[in-house]
Protein backbone atom coordinates (compact mmCIF):
# COMPACT_ATOMS: atom_id res chain seq x y z
CA UNK A 1 0.00 0.00 0.00
CA UNK A 2 1.38 3.24 -1.19
CA UNK A 3 0.25 6.48 0.40
CA UNK A 4 -2.03 7.14 -2.30
CA UNK A 5 -3.53 4.19 -1.81
CA UNK A 6 -3.59 4.97 1.75
CA UNK A 7 -5.50 8.69 0.91
CA UNK A 8 -7.84 6.38 -0.77
CA UNK A 9 -8.67 4.27 1.71
CA UNK A 10 -8.92 6.72 4.14
CA UNK A 11 -11.37 8.85 2.54
CA UNK A 12 -13.28 5.56 1.94
CA UNK A 13 -13.15 4.43 5.18
CA UNK A 14 -14.24 7.96 6.81
CA UNK A 15 -17.55 8.64 4.38
CA UNK A 16 -18.75 5.08 4.96
CA UNK A 17 -18.41 4.33 7.96
CA UNK A 18 -21.05 6.22 9.53
CA UNK A 19 -23.33 5.88 6.45
CA UNK A 20 -25.56 3.22 6.46
CA UNK A 21 -24.08 1.68 3.35
CA UNK A 22 -21.33 -0.31 4.83
CA UNK A 23 -17.43 0.85 5.12
CA UNK A 24 -16.34 -3.05 4.64
CA UNK A 25 -17.80 -3.45 1.62
CA UNK A 26 -16.49 -0.24 -0.08
CA UNK A 27 -12.77 -0.60 1.60
CA UNK A 28 -13.04 -4.17 0.62
CA UNK A 29 -14.25 -3.38 -2.79
CA UNK A 30 -11.40 0.18 -3.29
CA UNK A 31 -9.17 -2.89 -1.89
CA UNK A 32 -9.22 -4.83 -5.04
CA UNK A 33 -9.70 -2.27 -7.54
CA UNK A 34 -6.26 -1.24 -5.89
CA UNK A 35 -5.19 -4.64 -6.03
CA UNK A 36 -4.62 -4.92 -2.17
CA UNK A 37 -6.99 -7.75 -1.54
CA UNK A 38 -5.97 -11.03 -2.41
CA UNK A 39 -7.41 -14.37 -1.21
CA UNK A 40 -3.95 -15.69 0.47
CA UNK A 41 -3.92 -12.68 2.57
CA UNK A 42 -7.00 -12.12 3.68
CA UNK A 43 -6.52 -11.93 7.40
CA UNK A 44 -3.80 -9.42 6.76
CA UNK A 45 -6.25 -7.40 5.04
CA UNK A 46 -9.10 -7.89 8.12
CA UNK A 47 -6.39 -6.49 10.42
CA UNK A 48 -5.64 -3.52 8.04
CA UNK A 49 -9.27 -2.20 8.18
CA UNK A 50 -9.63 -2.57 11.76
CA UNK A 51 -6.00 -0.36 12.08
CA UNK A 52 -7.96 2.45 9.82
CA UNK A 53 -10.77 2.08 11.52
CA UNK A 54 -8.96 3.71 14.03
CA UNK A 55 -9.40 7.18 12.83
CA UNK A 56 -12.76 7.20 12.68
CA UNK A 57 -12.89 6.17 16.11
CA UNK A 58 -11.31 8.96 17.35
CA UNK A 59 -13.62 10.82 15.52
CA UNK A 60 -16.55 9.78 17.06
CA UNK A 61 -14.57 10.11 20.31
CA UNK A 62 -13.86 13.64 19.12
CA UNK A 63 -17.46 14.60 17.91
CA UNK A 64 -19.14 12.87 21.20
CA UNK A 65 -16.62 14.24 23.38
CA UNK A 66 -19.17 16.35 25.61
CA UNK A 67 -21.49 13.76 25.61
CA UNK A 68 -18.91 11.06 26.90
CA UNK A 69 -17.26 13.87 29.37
CA UNK A 70 -20.88 13.36 30.90
CA UNK A 71 -21.05 9.87 30.73
CA UNK A 72 -18.65 9.62 32.62
CA UNK A 73 -18.82 12.02 35.64
CA UNK A 74 -22.54 10.97 35.81
CA UNK A 75 -21.16 7.06 36.19
CA UNK A 76 -18.32 7.77 38.44
CA UNK A 77 -20.66 10.09 40.62
CA UNK A 78 -23.19 6.82 40.79
CA UNK A 79 -20.87 4.45 41.83
CA UNK A 80 -19.11 6.26 44.57
CA UNK A 81 -22.94 6.76 45.56
CA UNK A 82 -24.01 3.61 44.59
CA UNK A 83 -26.56 3.33 47.88
CA UNK A 84 -28.36 7.07 46.78
CA UNK A 85 -28.20 6.06 43.48
CA UNK A 86 -30.48 2.90 44.05
CA UNK A 87 -32.61 4.65 46.07
CA UNK A 88 -33.17 7.84 43.86
CA UNK A 89 -32.62 6.49 40.46
CA UNK A 90 -28.94 6.52 38.22
CA UNK A 91 -28.52 9.57 36.31
CA UNK A 92 -29.32 9.35 32.54
CA UNK A 93 -26.35 9.64 31.53
CA UNK A 94 -24.94 6.57 33.62
CA UNK A 95 -28.09 4.34 32.26
CA UNK A 96 -26.36 6.07 29.06
CA UNK A 97 -23.22 4.21 29.55
CA UNK A 98 -24.49 1.01 31.14
CA UNK A 99 -26.42 0.87 27.99
CA UNK A 100 -23.86 1.45 25.65
CA UNK A 101 -21.72 -1.44 27.86
CA UNK A 102 -24.50 -3.94 27.44
CA UNK A 103 -24.86 -3.19 23.67
CA UNK A 104 -21.10 -3.92 23.06
CA UNK A 105 -21.32 -7.37 24.27
CA UNK A 106 -22.59 -8.74 21.41
CA UNK A 107 -20.13 -7.77 18.78
CA UNK A 108 -17.57 -8.51 21.80
CA UNK A 109 -18.69 -12.51 22.14
CA UNK A 110 -20.16 -13.23 18.80
CA UNK A 111 -16.80 -11.06 17.32
CA UNK A 112 -14.30 -13.49 19.35
CA UNK A 113 -16.19 -16.65 18.58
CA UNK A 114 -16.53 -15.69 14.89
CA UNK A 115 -12.84 -14.61 13.95
CA UNK A 116 -12.03 -17.35 11.68
CA UNK A 117 -14.69 -16.49 9.57
CA UNK A 118 -14.46 -12.91 9.68
CA UNK A 119 -10.77 -13.20 8.63
CA UNK A 120 -11.76 -15.56 5.96
CA UNK A 121 -12.06 -15.18 2.39
CA UNK A 122 -15.90 -15.37 2.56
CA UNK A 123 -15.91 -12.05 4.49
CA UNK A 124 -14.28 -10.23 1.34
CA UNK A 125 -16.32 -12.63 -1.09
CA UNK A 126 -17.89 -9.67 -3.73
CA UNK A 127 -21.41 -11.57 -4.20
CA UNK A 128 -21.97 -11.94 -0.41
CA UNK A 129 -20.90 -8.57 -0.24
CA UNK A 130 -23.53 -7.85 -2.95
CA UNK A 131 -26.09 -9.50 -0.99
CA UNK A 132 -25.59 -8.14 2.08
CA UNK A 133 -25.95 -4.80 0.47
CA UNK A 134 -29.89 -5.78 -1.14
CA UNK A 135 -30.80 -7.27 1.94
CA UNK A 136 -30.38 -4.82 4.64
CA UNK A 137 -31.51 -2.16 2.36
CA UNK A 138 -35.12 -3.99 1.79
CA UNK A 139 -35.05 -4.46 5.82
CA UNK A 140 -34.14 -0.69 6.14
CA UNK A 141 -36.85 0.41 4.01
CA UNK A 142 -39.37 -1.79 6.17
CA UNK A 143 -37.86 -0.09 9.55
CA UNK A 144 -38.56 3.19 7.99
CA UNK A 145 -41.95 2.37 6.73
CA UNK A 146 -43.31 0.84 10.07
CA UNK A 147 -41.42 2.51 12.40
CA UNK A 148 -42.88 5.17 14.84
CA UNK A 149 -39.81 7.71 15.10
CA UNK A 150 -41.70 9.00 18.48
CA UNK A 151 -38.81 8.22 21.20
CA UNK A 152 -36.13 10.21 21.75
CA UNK A 153 -32.54 8.86 22.93
CA UNK A 154 -33.05 9.51 26.70
CA UNK A 155 -36.05 6.61 26.39
CA UNK A 156 -33.59 4.27 25.34
CA UNK A 157 -33.92 1.22 28.02
CA UNK A 158 -32.19 -2.47 28.49
CA UNK A 159 -34.06 -4.22 26.38
CA UNK A 160 -33.35 -1.75 23.75
CA UNK A 161 -29.79 -1.81 23.99
CA UNK A 162 -29.73 -5.71 23.81
CA UNK A 163 -31.37 -5.33 20.49
CA UNK A 164 -29.79 -2.50 18.80
CA UNK A 165 -26.39 -4.44 20.34
CA UNK A 166 -27.77 -7.78 18.81
CA UNK A 167 -28.01 -5.66 15.65
CA UNK A 168 -24.65 -4.63 15.32
CA UNK A 169 -23.22 -8.36 15.46
CA UNK A 170 -24.81 -8.50 11.96
CA UNK A 171 -22.37 -6.58 10.82
CA UNK A 172 -19.85 -8.90 10.41
CA UNK A 173 -21.27 -10.08 7.39
CA UNK A 174 -20.02 -7.89 5.17
CA UNK A 175 -22.11 -5.15 3.23
CA UNK A 176 -24.27 -5.11 6.32
CA UNK A 177 -22.87 -2.30 7.99
CA UNK A 178 -22.33 -1.57 11.63
CA UNK A 179 -24.62 2.17 10.97
CA UNK A 180 -27.07 0.58 9.09
CA UNK A 181 -27.63 -2.50 11.33
CA UNK A 182 -28.18 -0.40 14.32
CA UNK A 183 -29.90 2.20 12.78
CA UNK A 184 -32.75 0.24 11.14
CA UNK A 185 -32.98 -1.31 14.68
CA UNK A 186 -33.18 1.74 16.59
CA UNK A 187 -36.19 2.78 13.42
CA UNK A 188 -38.60 -0.86 14.28
CA UNK A 189 -37.84 0.06 17.84
CA UNK A 190 -39.31 3.48 17.38
CA UNK A 191 -36.66 5.61 18.06
CA UNK A 192 -36.12 8.88 15.69
CA UNK A 193 -34.26 9.03 13.02
CA UNK A 194 -31.20 11.45 14.62
CA UNK A 195 -31.67 9.11 18.21
CA UNK A 196 -30.99 5.71 16.29
CA UNK A 197 -27.87 7.59 14.60
CA UNK A 198 -26.80 9.05 18.05
CA UNK A 199 -27.18 5.21 19.94
CA UNK A 200 -25.32 4.01 16.75
CA UNK A 201 -22.30 6.37 16.49
CA UNK A 202 -21.83 5.81 20.58
CA UNK A 203 -21.95 2.36 20.60
CA UNK A 204 -19.90 1.63 17.68
CA UNK A 205 -16.87 3.36 19.98
CA UNK A 206 -16.05 0.13 22.52
CA UNK A 207 -16.06 -2.14 19.50
CA UNK A 208 -13.99 -0.27 16.71
CA UNK A 209 -11.42 1.19 19.19
CA UNK A 210 -10.58 -2.13 20.72
CA UNK A 211 -11.11 -4.19 17.33
CA UNK A 212 -8.70 -1.69 15.98
CA UNK A 213 -6.03 -2.33 19.21
CA UNK A 214 -6.85 -5.94 19.00
CA UNK A 215 -5.63 -6.54 15.05
CA UNK A 216 -2.61 -3.63 15.68
CA UNK A 217 -1.26 -5.70 18.36
CA UNK A 218 -1.49 -9.26 16.83
CA UNK A 219 0.15 -7.65 13.39
CA UNK A 220 2.21 -5.13 14.94
CA UNK A 221 5.40 -7.54 14.91
CA UNK A 222 4.47 -8.72 11.19
CA UNK A 223 4.25 -5.41 9.69
CA UNK A 224 6.66 -4.39 7.03
CA UNK A 225 8.09 -1.01 8.67
CA UNK A 226 7.56 0.47 4.80
CA UNK A 227 3.64 0.20 5.81
CA UNK A 228 3.63 2.63 9.03
CA UNK A 229 3.48 5.69 7.25
CA UNK A 230 0.57 4.66 4.73
CA UNK A 231 -1.23 3.60 7.77
CA UNK A 232 -0.70 6.38 9.46
CA UNK A 233 -1.66 8.54 6.28
CA UNK A 234 -5.11 6.35 6.24
CA UNK A 235 -6.45 6.40 9.62
CA UNK A 236 -5.10 10.24 9.81
CA UNK A 237 -7.49 11.27 6.30
CA UNK A 238 -10.16 8.42 7.84
CA UNK A 239 -10.40 10.36 11.30
CA UNK A 240 -11.04 13.96 9.22
CA UNK A 241 -13.25 12.57 7.06
CA UNK A 242 -15.21 10.53 9.57
CA UNK A 243 -15.82 13.80 11.50
CA UNK A 244 -17.63 15.57 8.64
CA UNK A 245 -19.18 12.45 7.81
CA UNK A 246 -21.20 12.25 11.02
CA UNK A 247 -21.95 16.07 11.17
CA UNK A 248 -23.35 15.77 7.85
CA UNK A 249 -25.67 12.24 8.84
CA UNK A 250 -26.83 13.99 11.96
CA UNK A 251 -28.17 17.35 10.15
CA UNK A 252 -29.42 15.07 7.48
CA UNK A 253 -31.77 12.71 8.97
CA UNK A 254 -33.46 15.44 10.97
CA UNK A 255 -35.14 16.16 7.76
CA UNK A 256 -34.52 13.37 5.61
CA UNK A 257 -35.54 9.74 5.80
CA UNK A 258 -32.75 6.94 4.53
CA UNK A 259 -34.37 6.41 1.59
CA UNK A 260 -31.21 8.25 -0.37
CA UNK A 261 -29.14 5.11 0.92
CA UNK A 262 -31.39 2.61 0.78
CA UNK A 263 -31.25 3.13 -3.00
CA UNK A 264 -27.91 3.50 -3.19
CA UNK A 265 -27.44 0.26 -1.40
CA UNK A 266 -29.49 -1.30 -3.93
CA UNK A 267 -28.36 0.31 -6.96
CA UNK A 268 -24.78 -0.70 -5.93
CA UNK A 269 -25.69 -4.25 -4.69
CA UNK A 270 -27.76 -5.11 -8.28
CA UNK A 271 -24.43 -3.14 -10.28
CA UNK A 272 -21.61 -5.93 -8.54
CA UNK A 273 -24.10 -8.98 -9.49
CA UNK A 274 -24.31 -7.88 -12.70
CA UNK A 275 -20.71 -7.16 -13.24
CA UNK A 276 -20.25 -10.91 -11.52
Keep these: MNILDAVILGIVQGVTEFLPISSTAHLTLAGRILGLVRPESSAQWTATLAIIQLGTAASVLLFFRSELLAMARALLADL ?49 IAWSLIALAVVLFVAERTGKRRRELGE ?8 VGLAQALALVPGASRSGTTITAGLFLGFTREAAARFSFLLSIPAVVASGIYQLMIVLDDLDQSQFLPLAVSVAVSGITGYLAIAFLLNYLRRHSTGVFIAYRILLGTALLLLL
Design 156 to 163: KKLPDAIV
Design 80 to 128: SGFGRARREGFRPDSRLAFLIAVGTLPIVVLGLALRSFVESEITKNTTV
